[in-house]
């Protein structure tokens, strides 16, 4: 693509995302965007104390996952433009009540972050832990 090219086409694309309005958006969009910038995360890393040690909840992606087709994970979310500033509260409630089901759950623990690159581009993951002993877990395996 010339250089000339690549200015008509920041120009078109400019003047499309002005209209977006913030907050969730579609698929395609956000997978694009996803390959071309660094997403903000949040990923929990449940643990309990099981009668071997230290166990760790990893959550299965479904097979039609474009990215991670079935592969085992950390329940994690990437953090919205309408979630609470200084607060990843939105994202803990997306991951803990949405994904895993849980009722009731503390505030994780921060542990630190991690700078990566995946199947949909670069990601800065803020990493925490959540003890979840007591606590039933309906969804993932231990």
Excluded at 9 to 24: H, I, M, P, Q
Excluded at 66 to 85: E, T, Y
Aim: proline fraction near 5%.
């Amino acid at each position: 693509m010339s250089e000339t090219e690549r200015g008509t086409l920041s120009e078109v694309a400019l003047a499309e995302l002005r209209t977006v309005d913030v907050g969730l958006l579609s698929e395609d969009l956000f997978v694009e965007l996803a390959r071309l910038t660094v997403l903000s995360t949040v990923e929990v890393v449940c643990l309990r104390r099981g009668a071997a040690g230290i166990e760790v909840l990893l959550t299965q992606r479904v097979e039609t996952d474009p990215f991670w087709a079935g592969q085992w994970h950390s329940p994690g979310s990437v953090i919205r433009p309408l979630d609470s500033l200084g607060s990843f509260v939105g994202a803990f409630k997306r991951v803990l009540c949405g994904e895993l089901g849980l009722k009731e759950w503390a505030e994780p623990f921060f542990v630190g972050p991690c700078f990566w690159s995946g199947n949909r581009g670069a990601v800065v993951s803020q990493v925490h832990w959540l003890d979840v002993t007591n606590v039933p877990v309906p969804i993932g395996t231990f």
